[in-house]
């Protein structure tokens, strides 16, 4: 399978990603042999296989109560953040 | 104390003894992590102050008597578990500056142990890697012959245990991170069972494979280091409600009976055949130790490789989607409005395998892709899973080769990412169906160390722990430092 420049730029958009030039013929060339090699699994059987859900069998994930079990940390957490005011995280303007 | 002869047993032995206290331990590791770092690169955060003063109040807690076996005992984690108030990088850009402000679980299990945290080790860049090439922080050097790999994505861990830079680390394994880097570097790994220790705090690759696990010298020290780092954590949804076994009790137990399964797909035309000789001398050891071989066959177990390829990058690019800029990781300079605070914010924080990775899984999670590759490996994942668990109705382990060959040069295999995806092509299986598996120095070849692996049933730890235990009371593999670090 072959990827073209284009469904590369296109997969960097939805995911969300600037590609440089340079990058974008090694994507083209990585991801069409990446994906001419899991083409292999074209070859299994598996009519009638239901999909893995979960990796240890008879288990299902969990759920838990819709209540608060955290502590509110904000100022702690903000401390990451690249840009704060005010208790809010600020981002470009969005709305005009 | 002699660093490169110490394990964690006889490092809990002389504390408890009170041939040396804790700092004094502390002390001499940091000083050897010191001398090692410019030729191994195995550490991205040394917390040399934190730990002199974990190690004081370890000295503290044993003067008034409130000791446990593993109290003052010095290790390392792969940078991959967050550490509160300690810079935690996933070995990437991206990260770079982001200080925890909580402990991973296995963090807060193994420090609630007694144990003293040196400090935080190198890794592939959010463990995407089987090399160590791909740390944002500079690739870890193989201790054997620094021209090498360490294997990865827990290089460092490995590389600095192979070193007795560090007595034990933690690890990870999604595809085969802890067991590959412990055959390159010829020590102990173990991957414990899908939901056997918590994933809270570990930061997220692909949830459905990714496991917390050791590195360490022997499989005794891996015995005592796994019971608190396990168990049921209420933060990890996947965390398995079941009773933690204290695994030292069981390995000296006899292997009389014990039946080994060589699983046929294991030796196949890929295995290097001077490596596939350590591996079927390992195996006439645990014959001698009253074990039964037989040969089992999983037919569906060629297709693991493909099948991760599909599954794991689909996972990353959901859980790589937090990375966005806003409020933690890297931000781009200037952004012109939120998209392109997004899109130059992840492509310039994460590196090339990473950004592979989340196109990879992007486009397979796409409209109109999702059946035909997605659902297509769960289905593939279900019949490898199936064979297994036919291959244990037989054997009790299966044992077969870590990896294809032992450590290549830097730079060998680094722009060819299929060639390097295939490293892994017999560990993956076990991650596929969620089983645990070890990685056991079993020789070398050309100066360069050999992993045996032994793959499990569900939640068999103790058994895989005694089995290798026994080989390493016949064997001294193990216990062989590389000349520099002697």
């Known amino acids: ?7 590369i730029e296109n997969i960097a958009r939805l995911a969300r990603l600037e590609l440089t030039e340079a990058e974008i013929p090694v994507y083209v060339d990585s991801l069409s042999k990446i994906f001419a090699f899991v083409g292999e699994l074209d070859r299994a059987p598996t009519s009638g296989i239901a999909p893995m859900a979960h990796p240890l069998p008879g288990f299902a994930q969990r759920l838990r109560a819709d209540e608060v079990s955290e502590p509110n940390r904000r100022d702690t957490y903000q401390q990451n953040a690249p840009q704060v005011e005010a208790g809010l995280y600020l981002v470009p303007k969005v709305i005009e | 104390m002699s660093a490169p002869a110490a394990t964690v047993a006889t490092l809990a032995k002389g504390l408890a003894a009170g041939e040396y206290s804790s700092v004094e331990l502390t002390r001499a590791y940091l000083e050897r992590i010191a001398a090692a770092q410019p030729a191994l690169n195995a550490f991205v955060t040394i917390t040399g102050e934190a730990a002199l003063a974990a190690a004081a109040a370890a000295d503290a807690a044993r003067a008034k008597g409130q000791a446990g076996r593993l109290t003052g005992v010095p290790i390392a984690h792969k940078d991959i578990f967050c550490t509160e108030g300690v810079r935690t990088t996933c070995g990437s850009k ?7 402000p909580y402990d991973a679980t296995v963090v807060a299990g193994l420090r609630g142990a007694g144990t003293v945290m040196l400090g935080k080790l190198n890794m592939d860049e959010f463990a995407m890697g089987s090399s160590n090439e791909t740390s944002f922080f500079g690739a870890v050097h193989n201790p054997w012959d620094t021209k090498m790999v360490p294997g990865g994505s827990s290089g460092g861990s490995a590389a600095a245990v192979a070193a007795r830079i560090v007595p034990a680390a933690t690890a990870t394994d999604t595809g085969g991170s802890i067991r590959q880097p412990a055959a390159l570097c010829g020590v102990t790994g173990i991957k414990p069972t899908y939901g056997r220790c918590s994933r809270y705090g570990m930061i997220a690759f692909a949830s459905s494979l990714d496991q917390a696990g050791l590195i360490t010298v022997s499989a005794e020290d891996a015995a005592l280091l796994l019971g608190p ?3 049921f954590d209420p933060r990890d949804s996947t965390s398995v409600e079941r009773a933690v076994p204290d695994y030292t009790t069981t390995l000296g137990d006899s292997l009389e009976g014990l039946t080994i399964g060589l699983v046929k797909e ?9 490596n596939e000789q350590r591996i079927r001398d390992a195996i006439a050891v645990f014959e001698k130790l009253g074990a039964r071989v037989r040969e089992v066959s999983c037919p569906n177990l060629p297709l693991s490789v493909p099948t991760y390829y599909v599954v794991a990058p689909a996972e990353c690019s959901s859980n790589l989607a937090r990375f966005d800029g806003v409020r933690f990781g890297h931000r781009c300079e200037s952004p012109k409005n939120l998209l392109d605070l997004y899109c130059r914010s992840r492509g310039e924080g994460f590196g090339a395998e990473v950004k592979r990775r989340i196109m990879t899984g992007t486009y397979v999670l796409s409209a109109g892709y999702y059946d035909a590759y997605y659902l297509k490996a769960q289905r593939v994942r279900q019949l490898i899973s199936a064979d297994f668990a036919q291959a244990f109705q037989s054997c009790d382990l299966l044992f077969g080769p870590t990896s294809p060959t032992p450590a ?3 730079g060998a295999k680094f722009d060819d990412p299929i060639t390097m995806y295939l490293n892994d092509i017999y560990t993956i299986g076990a991650n596929l169906a969620g089983l645990p598996g070890m990685s056991i120095p079993c020789g070398f070849v050309d100066g360069l160390p050999v992993g045996l692996q032994i793959v499990g ?3 068999s730890e103790a058994r895989m722990l005694n089995a290798a235990h026994r080989y390493q009371q016949e064997t ?4 062989r430092v590389p000349a520099a670090f002697a």
């Open chain 1, 1 to 7: 399978m072959s990827l073209s420049r284009a469904d």
């Open chain 2, 94 to 100: 991206m990260l770079a500056n982001f200080v925890s």
């Open chain 2, 229 to 231: 780092m396990s168990g």
């Open chain 2, 266 to 274: 294991f030796f196949d035309k890929g295995l290097d055949a001077t």
């Open chain 2, 408 to 410: 290549f040069p830097i």
């Open chain 2, 457 to 459: 049933p569900h939640f």
């Open chain 2, 476 to 479: 001294d593999w193990h216990l």
